[in-house]
C-alpha cells in the first residue's frame, strides 16, 4: 500500500495531456492501479486520474459506495479505466457542485453532460462499454478531464459559483474538503 502525494493547482504537470497505455499488461500498471485507489480513500475521493500523482497516463479510476459529501448519489462501481473515451449521449447539460483533491478547499458549479457513454479497457485488457447518467456521468467526465489537462475550475461559467468550501457549504464534515466532484 502506498499513498502518493497529491499535484495541487498550479504544478505544470496537471495541464499537460496524458499519453495513451500502449502495455496494460506492462509491469508498472498493477502498483499505479493499487496506489491510486489508496490514494483516493485515504484522501476521501471518489475518483482519481493518474496525472494527479504525476503519472502521465490515460489511467482513471473511481467508484464509492457512499459519499460522505453525496449521500444521495447512488453508489458507483470501483472502475479502472485505461485509454477511455468519452461520448455524449445528447446535448443536455447539468449544473452540479464539484471538487477536486488537486484544488482542494474548493468548489465550483460546473456543466457537464447528463448522459455520457464511456468505452476503454479494465486492468486486464477488457473492454469496458457503459453508458451513465447523472452523478456517474460527472465523475466520469471530471476525471477524463484530467487526461486532457484541464482542472474543473476551468470549466466553471459564473465565478459567483465558485469559492472555498467550508464558505459555501459549511454544514459539510471537514474530512471530505477534497473529494473529486
Not at 479505466?81 to 449544473?95: C, Q, R, S
Request: aromatic share 8%; charged share 25%; proline share 9%.
Amino acid at each position: 500500500m502506498t499513498i502518493r502525494q497529491l499535484l495541487r493547482m498550479g504544478d505544470p504537470r496537471l495541464l499537460e495531456p496524458a499519453r495513451l497505455v500502449g502495455n496494460v499488461f506492462g509491469p508498472v500498471m498493477p502498483e499505479l492501479i493499487e496506489d491510486m485507489f489508496d490514494t483516493m480513500r485515504s484522501a476521501g475521493g471518489v475518483g482519481l486520474a493518474a496525472p494527479q500523482i504525476g503519472v502521465g497516463l490515460q489511467v482513471v479510476i473511481f467508484g464509492f459506495e457512499q459519499g460522505e459529501r453525496y449521500p444521495e448519489a447512488e453508489p458507483i462501481p470501483d472502475t479502472i479505466l485505461i485509454n477511455p473515451v468519452i461520448t455524449p449521449v445528447g446535448e443536455d447539460e447539468a449544473l452540479g457542485w464539484e471538487g477536486c483533491l488537486s484544488v482542494p478547499g474548493l468548489r465550483g458549479e460546473v456543466p457537464r453532460y447528463q448522459i455520457i457513454r464511456y468505452q476503454g479497457l479494465d486492468e486486464a485488457g477488457r473492454p469496458i462499454d457503459r453508458t451513465v447518467d447523472g452523478f456517474h456521468a460527472r465523475v466520469v467526465q471530471h476525471e477524463c478531464d484530467h487526461l486532457l489537462g484541464l482542472l474543473f475550475p476551468m470549466r466553471v461559467r459564473d465565478f459567483c459559483r465558485f469559492g472555498f468550501t467550508d464558505v459555501l457549504f459549511p454544514q459539510l464534515p471537514s474530512k471530505s474538503d477534497g473529494d473529486c466532484v
